[in-house]
């Protein structure tokens, strides 16, 4: 008797959307959590807040979502229309920032003020600024007292926990002084001694810590946010329903029930379903949401069509050959989601400093009282000398440090028509020695213009253009609209077109003024038995070459001439890339066109590689292979197709008129339309990145330094008080060096 194999356990793929985490160590605290439950693997991606989980059917969402709570944070199953976590974060953080904001000006004029001149107190004026900075303290640092509680219950710590450590501490010394010794003698300050109740300074810290941080940490989400945008725009290219043909008949089914093999309908106006091969019909396909090129494709039986670009002329019955996660737009969403993944897990720099500063500091403060109590001190003096260690690791400069030189480069940018995104663009851009270029929309315009006509003998150019526009005027193709726009400003007016007739994929034709018109590509005359006169057949091999397109127009079944329409670069793409190249940086030109077009832009430019005939989702392996050849990368780009590619670079940089996708999953939009910007870009981050790093140096070397006077008793609150006036004056001063930015 044989034993049947029991089945293996059907496996379900669900996605959650995780709030509540703060680094990347949140992320790999929850893939932990999830990956103990049997019959799970999990990876949970920190940029965009979404967990991916493979479970076996016996694992309920409720498992799932109970581990998630368990480890400190908040999930829910992520569905089509479901509350957007992730905005609903920057919402409450903006909400945090704002009362912070307003509230942490009185703190620290009163505490400070009334604190120092007697003369200025009222009854109850302790009372006053305690009251102003309870719901900056208690409810504005709400996110880091709860992040520190999550690190102390995993026995880590953060950033989070010395911003919390600081701003409880500072609070709770200035609520015991001023409410339990405010009568009390003050502090020598060298001049003498303060007046009583001096010691009450210390409010103004714990509000200006929190409202620095936390304007730190709004930007950072809405950044985030721009992550997860980008996945989202990417699945909404895709097709929701497809017409398949069954039995001859055509079925509008969902598109889960397209399997490779099924024949598919595509009627004019219409997205591809999936990968697939043209069976039957002709006309033109736009790629340009994937592939970024102006001139539609022309398609025929036995071409090979994309998923999500867009039927424009005639039907066609396609047969799928890859679907789901196999298509070429899917494989694009995948590579987007990894290079987000992979940025996300780069540890800053903060965030390596603090694993070892915060537990030296609560180790240092420790031992200050231990030290003070056990050499028969009394318990307020060493309670004041440790709480004194917390109040000075307070990163008040440090708080200061990253948004105050950012606000400065970003306002500096804006002025130059650049826009940086957050610390991770200045971070890369520094490194950055390889810059790669996106060919349509970057380096070129973009769209379709008419540069040259060649009539045969006895015709002029406006000749050429009075047929072709007229014919043309009907017609919704890239160069039929350069053709029409060219004939318009160069011909007084056009004449009517009859028996108009579209030829998908080759061109068009119709009578004009009593003459049959034909026009179109050299294929659609070889297709006609048309043979092209020697001149003519010159111009159009030169046009290929050249990397145009030309359109050959016949009347009366006689050759007439040759109009050269192409995508023009853009004027400042040749000094952009000199001035790139002054600055040491290798320049590649990369593109989905062909080999002839990308070489003759490549070497009117002068760039160092060309890269040619590369698919929409090969663009991010490009990029990836520079990378693991030693190279840090920027790419600049402006489609849809470059969307993954600027995600997995190194520094993404998008152009302000390209596709929403681009623009999301960039690190720096460049505004100005002139390219100079780019070499532009890539020197002020670096400039940026400079003014952070030094300081950061300050603030950290600040602390340092201050930690162990403060273990020393050697620091009143004045006098720290002062200090860290003083260092966050110098960061903030250093930061707005960047404005003098040229």
């Known amino acids: 008797m044989t034993t049947a194999t029991p089945a293996p356990p059907a496996v379900r793929t669900v996605e959650l959307n995780v709030t509540g985490m703060t680094c990347a160590a949140c992320s790999a605290r929850v893939e932990r959590a999830l990956n103990k439950i049997d019959g799970v693997r999990a990876s949970v991606n920190y940029a965009t807040e979404r967990a991916t989980v493979h479970a076996s059917a016996a694992v309920g969402d409720d498992v799932l979502l109970e581990r998630v709570r368990k480890a400190g944070y908040r999930a829910r199953p992520r569905e089509a229309g479901s509350p957007d976590l992730t905005e609903a974060r920057v919402r409450d953080l903006r909400r945090r920032l704002i009362v912070a904001a307003v509230l942490a000006v009185p703190v620290g004029d009163l505490s400070i003020t009334l604190a120092l001149v007697p003369s200025l107190r009222f009854p109850g004026w302790q009372v006053l600024c305690l009251a102003l900075a309870v719901p900056v303290v208690f409810w504005a640092a709400l996110p880091?007292?709860?992040?520190?509680?999550?690190?102390?219950?995993?026995?880590?710590?953060?950033?989070?926990?010395?911003?919390?450590?600081?701003?409880?501490?500072?609070?709770?010394?200035?609520?015991?002084?001023?409410?339990?010794?405010?009568?009390?003698?003050?502090?020598?300050?060298?001049?003498?001694?303060?007046?009583?109740?001096?010691?009450?300074?210390?409010?103004?810290?714990?509000?200006?810590?929190?409202?620095?941080?936390?304007?730190?940490?709004?930007?950072?989400?809405?950044?985030?946010?721009?992550?997860?945008?980008?996945?989202?725009?990417?699945?909404?290219?895709?097709?929701?329903?497809?017409?398949?043909?069954?039995?001859?008949?055509?079925?509008?089914?969902?598109?889960?029930?397209?399997?490779?093999?099924?024949?598919?309908?595509?009627?004019?106006?219409?997205?591809?379903?999936?990968?697939?091969?043209?069976?039957?019909?002709?006309?033109?396909?736009?790629?340009?949401?994937?592939?970024?090129?102006?001139?539609?494709?022309?398609?025929?039986?036995?071409?090979?069509?994309?998923?999500?670009?867009?039927?424009?002329?005639?039907?066609?019955?396609?047969?799928?050959?890859?679907?789901?996660a196999h298509t070429q737009l899917a494989q694009m969403t995948a590579l987007a989601e990894r290079a987000q993944a992979r940025k996300a897990s780069v540890q800053r720099l903060v965030d390596r400093i603090c694993a070892v500063f915060v537990p030296a500091v609560l180790a240092l403060a420790a031992l200050t009282f231990a030290g003070w109590w056990w050499t028969g001190h009394p318990v307020r003096d060493a309670f004041t000398a440790a709480i004194s260690v917390l109040i000075i690791a307070c990163p008040c400069a440090l708080g200061l440090a990253t948004p105050t030189a950012l606000a400065a480069g970003v306002g500096r940018g804006a002025q130059l028509g650049i826009l940086i995104k957050g610390p991770e663009a200045l971070e890369a851009s520094r490194r950055v020695d390889t810059v790669v270029l996106d060919k349509t929309g970057t380096v070129t315009t973009g769209r379709m213009t008419f540069t040259a006509g060649y009539p045969d003998a006895g015709r002029t150019v406006n000749d050429l253009l009075w047929f072709a526009g007229a014919v043309e005027a009907g017609s919704e193709h890239a160069v039929a609209a350069a053709v029409v726009t060219a004939a318009n400003a160069e011909v007084a007016e056009l004449p009517a077109v009859t028996e108009f007739e579209a030829l998908p994929g080759l061109g068009a034709q119709g009578t004009v003024d009593g003459r049959r018109v034909l026009l179109g590509s050299p294929r659609l005359f070889a297709d006609r038995g048309i043979g092209l006169p020697e001149?003519?057949?010159?111009?159009?091999?030169?046009?290929?070459?050249?990397?145009?397109?030309?359109?050959?127009?016949?009347?009366?079944?006689?050759?007439?001439?040759?109009?050269?329409?192409?995508?023009?670069?853009?004027?400042?793409?040749?000094?952009?890339?000199?001035?790139?190249?002054?600055?040491?940086?290798?320049?590649?030109?990369?593109?989905?066109?062909?080999?002839?077009?990308?070489?003759?832009?490549?070497?009117?430019?002068?760039?160092?590689?060309?890269?040619a005939e590369v698919l929409p989702a090969a663009k991010a392996e490009v990029v990836e292979r520079l990378r693991a050849d030693g190279a840090r990368v920027a790419m600049v780009g402006d489609g849809i197709n470059d969307g993954p590619a600027l995600a997995g670079a190194d520094l993404g940089m998008a152009m302000a008129h390209g596709s929403d996708i681009a623009l999301r999953s960039a690190d720096v939009v460049l505004v100005r339309e002139d390219l100079a910007v780019v070499p532009d870009a890539i020197r002020l981050a670096d400039r940026t990145l400079g003014v952070l790093r030094g300081n950061l140096a300050w603030a950290f070397g600040y602390n340092v330094a201050a930690l162990p006077l403060a273990a020393l008793g050697l620091l009143n609150p004045l006098i720290a008080g002062a200090a860290m006036s003083l260092s966050s004056v110098l960061v903030v001063s250093n930061s707005l060096r960047l404005r003098t930015f040229r």
């Open 535 to 611: 001149e003519s057949a010159a111009r159009v091999a030169s046009a290929q070459e050249q990397g145009a397109v030309p359109v050959v127009v016949a009347v009366d079944g006689d050759v007439a001439g040759v109009l050269v329409v192409r995508d023009v670069v853009k004027p400042s793409a040749r000094a952009a890339v000199a001035a790139l190249r002054e600055l040491g940086l290798r320049t590649v030109l990369l593109t989905g066109d062909h080999r002839i077009a990308a070489e003759a832009v490549g070497a009117e430019i002068g760039v160092d590689e060309v890269r």
């Open 144 to 324: 880091f007292h709860r992040a520190a509680l999550r690190n102390l219950r995993h026995r880590s710590s953060s950033m989070d926990t010395l911003v919390s450590l600081g701003v409880l501490a500072s609070f709770t010394w200035s609520a015991w002084t001023t409410l339990s010794s405010g009568t009390e003698s003050g502090y020598w300050v060298g001049f003498g001694p303060t007046a009583p109740g001096a010691d009450a300074v210390y409010l103004d810290v714990a509000a200006g810590v929190t409202t620095f941080l936390l304007a730190g940490r709004y930007f950072e989400s809405r950044s985030r946010r721009s992550a997860a945008g980008l996945l989202e725009a990417l699945d909404a290219l895709a097709a929701k329903e497809v017409r398949v043909l069954r039995d001859g008949t055509e079925a509008l089914v969902p598109i889960a029930e397209l399997a490779v093999g099924d024949r598919f309908v595509v009627r004019p106006g219409e997205a591809l379903a999936a990968d697939g091969i043209v069976e039957s019909g002709r006309s033109t396909v736009d790629t340009s949401a994937l592939t970024g090129e102006p001139v539609p494709a022309e398609v025929s039986p036995a071409d090979r069509v994309i998923g999500a670009s867009v039927n424009r002329e005639g039907r066609l019955v396609v047969r799928a050959v890859a679907v789901g």
